[in-house]
């Protein structure tokens, strides 16, 4: 087992330990009294900064590949595992995980699992949370337990599954997991439709009826336009808004549902759309744009789909420097607010459009923000009514509270 330290979100110097089998990861928990495990380090952002001293765990060093019956479409594989490489093991079978991972060479599966990162394509996909079969964790007596299986008809302990994804590692250390995949798209295209502030909520409500299934509906203001264009290269159409609607599938359903989506929108807005069939660039430009944005800031809204709309225009109004994108279809409205912001500004922004959420069942978090802010500003916003659940699944599962403590919601 390896070690050195490091300084996670301000809080430091932590001693960092990597350990190299399931056993040795096992006998650290028993010796610790807190762990922050981590991999590629592309979530450390996220979540309150840890106060209390503690082991920084790395798990890169379990990466192996456990099983792979690429006729049953599924994997299992160790949760330090990065994207990019499992990538490189699917595509030779013509299979692929069909989330959109920002730094996927650094990104690692235990790490994706934990803060449940999803992309432009979960409107068509779901989340990592829909793909997960089986999982093995370890808790905080260093013992292996697990749920789900191998196989896709096994749904013996799904919901256990579904509880560890977006727990943020504070219910016990992932180490293993089983997926289940899907066939490489064998044709892809975007659709790029300008639009007004006036017209997009019409926009929005019409791809929601249209005949067609995209499998992502991106909503762009001109500053996160310019960005994501920019990356791949391209040059964004010049209006207020970009909805980015996209379509994967074999060649004659795709043509198809392109065709039928420009008579759609032609016919009820008079748009003219920008159809790209060599969507590459610009769609690793969507699924890279969170990670490079440069800003003070980053917060994301969950909201009902049909709210989406509006508050990506309130935000364009209350910061008008600022980069927003929705997964239009899902409610999801990630914003990049510029460097020039102050602490007060931000705090005080997010207090109204949190109260604002809040009276759609909604709500607001901060993904990213200089440490020092992390004082004062609340990054997970007030606990929601489960809070009181969330806290006893935590007793339960972590009853020493040794697994990344203090770190999500309400200070679990």
Known sequence: MSATTCVLDGFGPLDVARPGSV?????????????????????????????????????????????????????????????????GILEPENLRLPI???????????????????GARRYGYGTLRDYVIGISALNDEGNVFKAGGRVVKNVAGYDLCKLLVGSLGTLGIITQVTLKL????????????????????????????????????????????????GQAALK????????????????????????????????????????????????????????????????????????TAAFCLQADRDAPQSAVRAHGGNGIVHGHWPGDLTKEQAASILTTWRERAAQVRGSVIVQRCAHPWKQSLD??????????LMREVKAKFDPRSIFNPGRFVDGI
Request: net charge negative; proline share 7%; hydrophobic share 45%.
């Open 23 to 87: 056993n040795e990861l096992g006998d650290l928990i028993r010796a610790a009294t807190a762990l922050y495990p981590f991999g590629g380090k592309t979530q450390m952002g996220l979540g309150n900064a840890p106060t209390r001293p503690g082991v920084a765990v790395d798990l890169r060093g379990l990466a192996e590949v456990i099983d792979f019956p690429a006729r049953d479409m599924t994997i299992t594989v160790e949760a330090g595992m990065t994207l990019e490489r499992l990538r």
């Open 100 to 118: 959109d991972v920002p730094e996927s060479t650094r990104a690692t599966l235990g790490g994706v699992l934990a803060a449940n990162v999803s």
């Open 182 to 229: 899907r066939p490489l798209a064998e044709q892809q295209a975007l659709i790029c439709l300008p639009s007004d502030a006036a017209q997009l909520e019409a926009i929005l409500t019409s791809l929601s009826d249209s005949r067609t299934r995209p499998v992502c509906i991106e909503v762009l203001n001109r500053s996160a336009a310019n960005c994501v264009f």
């Open 236 to 307: 964004a159409p010049a209006a207020p808004w970009i909805v980015l609607v996209g379509y994967e599938g074999n060649g004659d359903a795709v043509s198809w549902q392109v065709q039928q989506l420009v008579k759609e929108v032609g016919a009820h807005f008079g748009l003219q759309a920008r159809i790209d069939f060599t969507t590459h660039s610009l769609c690793c430009a969507l699924t890279e744009y969170a990670s490079t944005a440069a800003c003070a800031l980053t917060f994301r809204a969950s909201l009902p789909p049909s709210r």
């Open 379 to 388: 990054v997970w916003g007030p606990p929601t009514n489960d809070i009181r």
